[in-house]
């Protein structure tokens, strides 16, 4: 993996993949997946992600403050359905289930998704004090970003020169998902 | 257009295209793109989307609580790209300027982007208050919500039955994006 430059770092989610939701607090990791998650702002960079308050994420992300979001490639369309729909807190061996392992990013302190196209460690900024309890939203701050150079070089995504199973993940619903697919350019804006 | 299920509203934005959101006030409308848009929740449905303060959007939507969230197709990609470069605080007709049109939703009040795929109409909730100023941040409830019953039907997209041209946009930086693109079923989770 390359790091990225945390000012370009929305764009790993600008296109808008699903996610993988990592977490550790007190010696427990865990990977959710999470289709609602989009950049927040530019620079400084931010980002906002949906985490319900009945999640065993949701309780490693308020402990800890920190959290990943990983943005699985169509390979692993089985674990993220499989880290959607099983809890960490009916499991506590739910890693081994799905078949996910991490690897703490050093820097950070923050777990990473093995096998995923792209990462960004993120520290909760204190806005979420408002928003978190009503509406189950996380804000914070980019702390790190990395990508796999085979799809996001020069600061930008390039799905069209690799191979179809690198392609990011778009949920639907219920197992159901697109890949994403193909480019297309738009005509510059004149007089803007 | 098709009415959709406020309950299934959140699917017309969880493979995360990018939008266009139309606004109006005291006679002023105005339609900007977005690639920052997500789901907030289930039900009551609600939406989160990042609208910067300096836009003209804001101010119409500051000024009368009410947005819409607006799927367009890959047949609108110049028209999404000129609504994002181009401000409506510079050109007062910028949307003879983008070929945009809109029609006011009898029941909301709300403007809706003509020749998209789907369409929310949303109220403005009040916990926006503690994020709009800090992170640009807009949370609404969806008070209404249409889509194109070509590619969206029994509560889910279905692109791969339509034309190219009506898959969703996602943006990817400069006028750079991609369509949605193929099918991806993932196994059913075991023992979730």
Redesign the interface.
């Known amino acids: 993996m390359t790091p990225v430059d945390l000012k370009q770092a929305y ?1 790993l989610l ?5 996610v993988l939701v990592g977490s550790q607090h007190a010696g427990r990791t865990n990977v959710m997946a999470a ?7 530019f620079d400084t960079p ?1 980002i ?1 992600v ?1 985490i319900d308050k009945a999640t065993l994420t949701r309780e490693l992300v308020d402990a800890s403050g920190l959290l990943s979001l990983n943005v699985p490639p ?1 390979a692993m ?2 674990q ?3 880290a ?4 960490g807190k ?2 506590t061996d739910k890693l081994a ?1 799905c078949e996910i392992t991490t690897q703490v990013d050093p820097h950070t302190g923050v777990p990473l998704v093995d096998g995923c196209i792209a990462h960004m460690a993120c520290r909760v ?1 204190p ?1 979420t004090a ?2 978190a309890g ?4 996380i ?1 914070a701050e980019v702390i790190g970003a990395w990508a796999d150079e085979r799809v996001f070089s020069q ?3 390039h ?1 069209e020169d690799a191979a ?1 199973e690198l ?1 990011s ?5 219920g ?15 004149a ?2």
């Open positions: 764009r600008n296109h808008g993949p699903t289709a609602w998650a989009m950049p927040l702002d931010k906002a949906v169509v369309k089985d993220v359905m499989a959607g729909g099983m809890s009916n499991h289930r900024l806005a408002y928003v009503p509406h189950d939203l804000l600061g930008r995504w799905f179809p392609r993940l778009h949920h639907v619903a197992g159901h998902f697109y890949a994403i697919g193909e480019a297309v350019q738009a005509l510059p804006v007089n803007a």
